[in-house]
């Protein structure tokens, strides 16, 4: 069974930081291109960052470029990111997305190509 769990979530000042973690399981996570996705309060589920299968390529939302930044570690199955000057607009609650690899694919950037979800962690940024 496969399963993505995400921490380290929580309450912070604006211009704080926060590491969020993934951790999966039931799948050989280098099979796999991963991401992250927020969803706010009220609003529709978007995209935030992703990287490869090794983590030669990363790309980020416009909105969180400069501040966020998106690793993983292959040998621990786990998918990382590390929130800096944290804004109130980036309170949401953050989802682990994983993408089956295959012949032509290398990225995730949109909803309808994740394989699999994690169930999210709040982040609330307070001003």
């Known amino acids: 069974q496969v399963q993505l769990v995400e921490s380290g979530g929580g309450l912070v000042q604006a211009g704080g930081s926060l590491r969020l973690s993934c951790l999966s399981s039931?799948?050989?996570?280098?099979?796999?291109?991963m991401g992250w996705f927020r969803q706010a309060p009220g609003q529709e589920r978007e995209f935030v960052a992703n990287i490869t299968w090794n983590g030669d390529n990363t790309n980020l939302a416009n909105s969180v470029k400069g501040r966020f930044t998106i690793s993983r570690y292959n040998a621990k199955n786990t998918l990382y990111l590390q929130m800096n000057s944290l804004k109130p607009e980036d309170t949401a609650v953050y989802y682990c997305?994983?993408?089956?690899?295959?012949?032509?694919?290398?990225?995730?950037?949109?909803?309808?190509?994740?394989?699999?979800w994690g169930k999210g962690t709040l982040v609330t940024v307070s001003s």
């Open positions: 997305a994983a993408r089956k690899l295959m012949i032509g694919t290398s990225s995730i950037s949109t909803m309808n190509q994740v394989t699999y």
């Open positions: 039931g799948l050989t996570f280098s099979d796999y291109a």
